[in-house]
């Protein structure tokens, strides 16, 4: 993955003006590219993954042939290799498997110098958990170095509900079997991610993703407007700093009738409700009812 994401960041489009479903799409292409191209050797950008129960790995042997094959790792973290029985798997790295293998075929008298790889086939043991305003929430495999656009792209993509930030909730143990939310005492630490700045081609925002991590893509606070406006409704609050003008826009803009100098804000400031004139600059607050009165003839 590493190799694409070089990719769409070196082709110079800029991302923000499409909005983040850019993004997936950027990703599908590549994808779509990528299985269209001729084999090629396992990559070794997977070589620190932790092996894991249901894992499947794929041992390669340039000794014997008939000892290549695939090979799934049980609950108790060890598979059945030919010639040599159990081999343990569960907790190592892929290239501890390999010398595992390597040694048990040596010790047993097999050959001298083995000559085998192990890659992962497919990625069962290590799982992600996504919450809130996605269109699939639900638990996704870890696969390799996954990051967040790609975890967020399994989901089918954030909902136009959404807020522009999604948090990342590292667990304090390994023995992660459902989501760990900010507050609970098994969150070991959170990280904050702005999806604007993943929206504007920022990929240093594009966080790397552990086994039972947690992603929560929180709903937009809204804001109400009402009166001389073409839609009135709520609409989510999706950026910081949204003017009057930007907020009129979500509701289709004024009608004929309305009058830009007419604009009065309902807000509730330490539980009371006060009512301000404002104008077009003026920043909204999540919770703000804005309300456009007719001009007058």
């Known amino acids: 993955m590493g190799s694409r994401r070089l990719r769409i960041a070196d082709c110079g489009l800029r991302i923000g003006e499409y909005g983040f479903a850019a993004i997936f799409v950027l990703i599908a292409m590549s994808v779509a590219a990528a299985a269209q191209a001729p084999p090629k050797a396992a990559a070794p950008i997977a070589n620190d993954y932790i092996v894991g129960p249901q894992d499947i790995l794929t041992i390669t042997s340039y000794d014997q042939a008939d000892l290549s094959g695939k090979f799934s790792v049980e609950a108790d973290g060890t598979f059945t290799y030919p010639l040599v029985g159990r081999v343990k798997a569960g907790g190592l790295t892929l290239r501890q498997v390999e010398a595992q293998v390597k040694k048990q075929l ?61 948090v990342i909730v590292h667990p304090s143990s390994k023995n992660v079997t459902g989501p760990v939310l900010p507050n609970q005492d098994g969150a070991a630490n959170i990280v904050r991610v702005n999806l604007r700045d993943l929206e504007n081609g920022v990929f240093s925002q594009n966080a790397a993703l552990r086994d039972g991590d947690t992603i929560i893509v929180s709903r937009a606070e809204s804001v109400y407007i009402f009166g001389q406006v073409k839609n009135p409704n709520a609409y989510p609050l999706q950026q910081k700093n949204t003017t009057v003008l930007q907020a009129l826009s979500l509701a289709g803009g004024i009608t004929d009738r309305g009058s830009t100098s007419r604009i009065r804000i309902v807000r509730i400031v330490k539980g009371e409700k006060k009512e301000f004139k404002v104008k077009l600059t003026d920043v909204v607050q999540p919770g703000d009812t804005i309300i456009v009165g007719e001009r007058f003839f």
């Open 106 to 166: 040596k010790d047993g008298g097999f050959f001298n110098n083995p000559q085998i790889t192990v890659a992962i086939d497919q990625y069962k043991s290590q799982k992600v958990f996504i919450l809130g305003e996605v269109r699939t929430p639900g638990t996704y495999t870890l696969s390799g170095d996954m990051n967040l656009i790609e975890a967020l792209t399994r989901a089918g993509s954030t909902l136009p509900s959404s807020s522009g930030e999604a």
